[in-house]
């Protein structure tokens, strides 16, 4: 990929993840961070509602199908294992509490479609 279509390509990812967070604000979701980097890779948006931590998943792609697509198991299991690594270094209550993955995806012309529970991760994410 070259310089500037990587460019455009990250300017569209933060404008998805800002209407996202921005959306899922609406819904009663208290936004805790967001593009947060870890040694296992990066985590879009960490929520938190009712008593659960929500690890965020946005993808934008042409078509919500195509978004869905785009995270593949092995990439959820790395979303997983970044988390786990963010929230261990937030305190053991954050750490403890339940936690879910959820999947927002937008199309170009964001259109949002909002999968709670997209992924469940089988314990240990350390392999793999």
Known sequence: MNRQRRQRAEKAGRAAEFVAANWLRLKGYSVLAQRQKTGSGELDLICRKSGMVVIVEVKQRQTLE?????????????IGRAADLWLGKRGV?????????????????????HI???W?????????
């Open 116 to 118: 709670p529970d997209a």
């Open 93 to 113: 209550a954050l750490y403890d509490m339940p936690r879910r993955y959820d999947l927002v995806i937008l199309t170009r012309r964001f259109k949002l479609r």
């Open 120 to 128: 469940r991760p089988e314990y240990p994410l350390t392999h793999g």
């Open 66 to 78: 195509d978004a869905q697509l785009a995270v593949p198991d092995h990439a959820w299991r790395r």
